[in-house]
């Protein structure tokens, strides 16, 4: 599968999503993947980071050693995976923002036909996961993507909740590392993305 190439593309506050990106770079990988793993910048002020120390600690941490998501690593993969917390049932402004400044690319059709999975995660099981994936889709609908989501496809989809249409992460009192379940789901849907994406590449 070297000629398969997935950008794994996110935004994560306190590292709940930035953990399922992780997971799924690493299931992309198994199968022989070029990989990339891309943030998108940060746009909320330091007064409102500073307000969560947990917010703090995890831009401390990542910000050094994961890249900056740019347009050219939307151009050069052929294969997407796109993650956001929940925002009242929506992407977060952060991923939006970036989302948004592809429209040059879309132009050019340097977009469609590759296929793309979506993953979230969000305090509560009933905070929006499911919606927020479903309006990130309508995203790469227009671009002409292909969406992939992992369905009822593996044990490990039932394991971490059952959502068929992306790794969900309800992190509740549990902190922001999600669960060994919730994990291996979000390997799986990496896994998942990048064997369509070589099958497609023919």
């Given amino acids: 599968m070297s000629d398969v190439k997935v950008a794994v593309v ?18 992309a990988a198994d199968t022989g993947a070029e990989v990339r793993l891309r943030r998108v910048a940060e746009l909320a002020p330091d ?15 990542v910000n050094p050693t994961i890249p ?7 151009e050069w993969a052929n294969a997407y995976a796109f993650g956001t917390p929940t925002r009242f049932g929506n992407t ?30 969000a305090i509560n099981a009933h905070g929006g996961m499911e919606s927020t994936i479903l309006s990130l889709n309508n995203v ?5 993507c292909i969406i992939v989501g992992p369905g009822y496809t593996d044990d490990s989809v039932y394991a971490a909740g059952g959502n068929p249409y992306g790794t969900s992460w309800a992190s509740g009192t549990q902190g922001n ?25 023919g």
């Fill in 140 to 144: 790469f609908y227009h671009w002409g």
């Fill in 47 to 61: 007064h409102a980071i500073d307000a969560n120390p947990a917010w703090r600690t995890h831009i401390e941490a």
């Fill in 10 to 27: 996110y935004y994560s506050a306190t590292g709940s999503v930035h953990r399922l990106a992780e997971a799924i770079a690493l299931g």
């Fill in 177 to 201: 590392k999600p669960d060994a379940a919730a994990t291996a789901a979000a390997r799986y849907q990496g896994r998942r993305l990048a064997i369509i994406a070589a099958r497609l590449l």
């Fill in 68 to 74: 900056e998501a740019t347009l050219d690593d939307l």
């Fill in 92 to 121: 977060t402004a952060q991923l939006k923002q970036f989302l948004d400044t592809s429209g040059g690319l879309w132009l050019a059709g340097k977009l469609a036909d590759k296929p793309v999975t979506s993953f979230t995660s």
